[in-house]
């Protein structure tokens, strides 16, 4: 920032002009790398069918294998970037006709992992830990009993109990002091469990389970009552996480909405109305194309976040599943700017997983490509997955800490180059839209 501040001093002697060319190339490159691919013309690019993708994933799967603990008790990090993350990746690889060959092994071995982890949040002592989705338990349980359930085990309804179990500890309003609404531990994520169950469990629920989603659902919407009213806020609805007023997908507002937006059948017109009123509101937050991290921050262009967690390519699906329901332009449009914004700033220097890296960004095209049938977006979709195996790439990124992790790691990258084979059905990893 503060090379910028001075150039940009210097520059002003010559003319405006001169600062705007020097400011963009500045701005390239400080966390993602220029992105100079041509735009879509009409043609998908060649060399990326299943005949490459494949032995690709394949390659990149034997080499998560090979690092994550199979057997080991150290399952801190859950779905998020624990070994469970990994019996996600192997459950999803093995849904995909293209892999039937694969497809017992790697469900074996999704089981001896998610087995571990099971184990693991089994004996957890805090209870909060266990009921939270991707950094804990209740994650954990829900991809065991989809992995059982996919083998053919009546054991699954084990892990679905346990799981379900869980809502009791996430309905008391404020259940976590550090904030009980967001998707990483608090109800939001339980929320989003509970769809992906209902999405790959295929389960009718019954009136009782009904009951719980919606004491959930009622929790969070008092929660943020209660929240925006003490901190006099002139919308309806906000959260806070450890004391920050985050917007994006990870910890912020955008998907609680999701979720809200997700469950509006156990909704009260009044509360509805008020999740709506939100989601207009967070439109309204954006600043050229995307969102900041947190409430109120001005966007620095040169040092933006542009990632799932906080920015455009994560706020995006609060948009895609607003506009599923009501079908509002201004929604399609919003997620289109985002798709823009992420074609310009989405080739991220932090690695090659969904959270704040290339598969996350070119998941966001994978999107755009379901809403709008548009080819332009399969073709972005290529280009980014193309550019996760050039040497700018390997050379210019930051290493990962844990290479296995399905946020972090290659793991989210496997799950996203095989939705690039079957662009209708993707999905960005336990975060549906399209349920
Ligand atoms: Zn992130």
Redesign the pocket.
């Known amino acids: 920032r503060f090379r910028i501040k001075t150039l940009s001093q210097k520059l002003h002697l010559i003319g405006d002009g001169v600062v705007l060319v020097v400011f963009s190339s500045v701005m390239e490159n400080t966390r993602c790398f220029a992105n100079r691919f041509s735009d879509y013309k009409g043609a998908l690019l060649p060399g990326q069918g299943a005949e490459t993708v494949v032995p690709a994933v394949i390659a990149t799967v034997d080499k998560i294998l090979k690092k994550v603990p199979l057997d080991s008790s150290d399952c801190d990090g859950g779905l998020y970037d624990g070994p469970a993350g990994v019996a996600y990746m192997l459950f999803h690889v093995s849904e995909c006709a293209l892999f039937s060959e694969q497809r017992d092994a790697y469900l074996k071995t999704a089981k001896q992992i998610i087995d571990v982890s099971v184990r693991y949040v089994d004996a957890e002592q805090d209870k909060n830990m266990r009921a939270a989705f991707l950094l804990g338990g209740a994650g954990i349980y829900a991809v065991a009993a989809m992995i059982y359930k996919s083998m053919g085990l009546a054991d699954f309804v084990k892990p679905l109990t346990k799981f379900r179990n869980l809502w009791e500890v996430c309905a008391p309003i404020s259940f976590l002091e550090c904030g009980s609404d967001e998707l990483f531990v608090g109800r939001a994520g339980y929320l989003c469990a509970a769809l992906v169950l209902k999405q790959k469990l295929a389960l009718m629920p019954s009136s009782k389970i009904k009951d719980q989603i919606k004491s959930i659902c009622h929790a969070i919407i008092e929660s943020g009552k209660q929240y925006a009213r003490r901190k006099r806020k002139p919308f309806p609805l906000m959260y806070s996480y450890y004391g920050t007023e985050y917007l994006g997908a990870?910890h912020g507002l955008s998907s609680v909405l999701q979720m809200l937006l997700c469950y509006q059948d156990v909704l009260s017109a009044s509360e509805k109305d008020l999740v709506w009123q939100s989601v207009d509101f967070l439109m309204n937050q954006e600043q050229n194309c995307n969102w900041p991290a947190e409430l109120g921050a001005m966007i620095e262009r040169e040092n933006e976040l542009v990632?799932?967690?906080h920015g455009a390519p994560g706020v995006a699906y609060l948009f895609a599943k607003a506009y599923l329901i009501n079908k509002k332009p201004q929604y399609l449009d919003t997620c289109i700017r985002s798709g823009e914004m992420v074609w310009q700033k989405g080739l991220l220097k932090k690695g090659p997983g969904i959270?704040?890296g290339v598969a996350g960004s070119a998941y966001v095209f994978l999107l755009l490509y379901r809403l709008t049938g548009n080819s332009k977006y399969i073709y972005r979709a290529q280009r980014f997955a193309e550019f996760l195996y050039t040497e700018e790439f390997k050379a210019g990124s930051c290493s990962v800490t844990s290479v296995y992790s399905l946020f972090e790691g290659l793991s989210g990258t496997v799950c996203f180059l095989v939705d690039l084979l079957q662009p209708d059905q993707s999905e960005f990893p336990l975060f549906s839209v399209f349920v």
């Open positions: 990870a990632h799932w967690c959270c704040h």
